[in-house]
């Protein structure tokens, strides 16, 4: 009896010290979700204003020709960006993204698949796999950079302009509310042109060069805002995870103490017998 009462007073212990710990990182990953969704809300409203200005003049300008905005023949080389995490605990975040990357590859198992990954997760998962990761991105930890987004940006249009990639596609999660979060799989290029409109603008010094600077900042936008998305879902999932943890761990930490308080009682009632049933002994 005192042998299994230690054991469930240990256990007791460890819940209680797991339950501070995932109250911690719920704490922790809630702080950093705000100045997250700051950045995202702000990328996403330059991204859309960046998209509206190109869609107006590819719009206008059908002949407006760009290395960017050009459809490969062959289609036989697809890469896909995948973003997940580099950190655990955000609960099926990066399962299902993963999964999502999965359903791609297997659609298009009849061309060649290239696969650029940030996040640690999805890259120790595909490293598994025969298929060709021609680069990736790790340790950055959800830290939302510019930096990054702009080197991956700038590397995705290198391989698509090389003949690396006959065209480059993004799978991530797009941010809906500290709840909720949507999978997409989002063709980045080559840039599809908008529908014709009737609106004529006046351009300097002409269509072309200006979507030479356009459709680079465009790309480095959509970068950016996908990013942002994926790393402020990633810590909304985290801070949801964390709490279910904390919850259950107060659940579990509830039996114990019931168990444990019952198992003690049990004990003490147990030596009041036995100093009775003596002292019954002693008088007979």
Not at 44 to 54: A, F, Q
Not at 89 to 102: D, H, P, Q, V
Not at 162 to 180: H, L, N, Q, W
């Given at each position: 009896?005192?042998?299994?009462?230690?054991?469930?007073?240990?256990?007791?212990?460890?819940?209680?010290?797991?339950?501070?710990?995932?109250?911690?990182?719920?704490?922790?990953?809630?702080?950093?979700?705000?100045?997250?969704?700051?950045?995202?809300?702000?990328?996403?409203?330059?991204?859309?204003?960046?998209?509206?200005?190109?869609?107006d003049a590819l719009g206008s300008f059908r002949s407006a020709k760009n290395s960017l905005l050009q459809e490969k023949p062959d289609k036989d080389?697809?890469?896909?960006?995948?973003?997940?995490?580099?950190?655990?605990?955000?609960?099926?975040?990066?399962?299902?993204?993963?999964?999502?990357?999965?359903?791609?590859?297997?659609?298009?198992?009849?061309?060649s698949v290239s696969l650029v990954i940030v996040g640690k997760k999805g890259l120790s998962f595909f490293k598994k796999r025969d298929l060709t990761i021609v680069d990736s991105y790790t340790e950055i930890y959800g830290h939302y950079s510019k930096a990054i987004a702009d080197k991956i940006a700038r590397n995705l249009i290198e391989m698509f302009l090389?003949?690396?990639?006959?065209?480059?596609?993004?799978?991530?999660?797009?941010?809906?509310?500290?709840?909720?979060y949507k999978l997409r799989i989002d063709k980045l290029l080559n840039?599809?042109?908008?529908?014709?409109?009737?609106?004529?603008?006046?351009?300097?010094?002409?269509?072309?060069?200006?979507?030479?600077?356009?459709?680079?900042?465009y790309i480095t936008s959509k970068i950016?805002?996908?990013?942002?998305?994926?790393?402020?879902?990633?810590?909304?999932?985290?801070?949801?995870?964390?709490?279910?943890?904390?919850?259950?761990?107060r659940e579990l930490l509830d039996a114990l103490v019931l168990l444990r308080n019952k198992m003690r009682q049990a004990h003490i009632t147990s030596e009041i017998i036995e100093i009775i049933s003596s002292a019954d002994a002693l008088k007979g």
């Open positions: 009896m005192a042998q299994s009462l230690r054991q469930v007073r240990s256990r007791v212990k460890s819940v209680e010290n797991i339950k501070k710990i995932t109250r911690a990182m719920e704490m922790v990953s809630a702080a950093r979700l705000k100045p997250l969704e700051k950045d995202l809300f702000s990328s996403r409203e330059y991204s859309l204003r960046i998209e509206g200005i190109l869609n080389k697809k890469l896909l960006c995948l973003v997940t995490s580099d950190t655990g605990l955000c609960g099926s975040y990066n399962n299902n993204i993963i999964r999502l990357a999965e359903d791609f590859i297997y659609k298009n198992s009849s061309s090389s003949g690396k990639a006959d065209e480059v596609y993004v799978a991530y999660t797009s941010f809906i509310s500290a709840s909720r840039v599809e042109g908008a529908k014709a409109n009737d609106i004529e603008y006046l351009v300097e010094p002409d269509i072309n060069k200006i979507l030479n600077d356009l459709l680079p900042l950016r805002t996908l990013l942002a998305d994926a790393f402020t879902c990633e810590y909304s999932s985290r801070v949801i995870a964390m709490s279910e943890a904390t919850d259950n761990a």
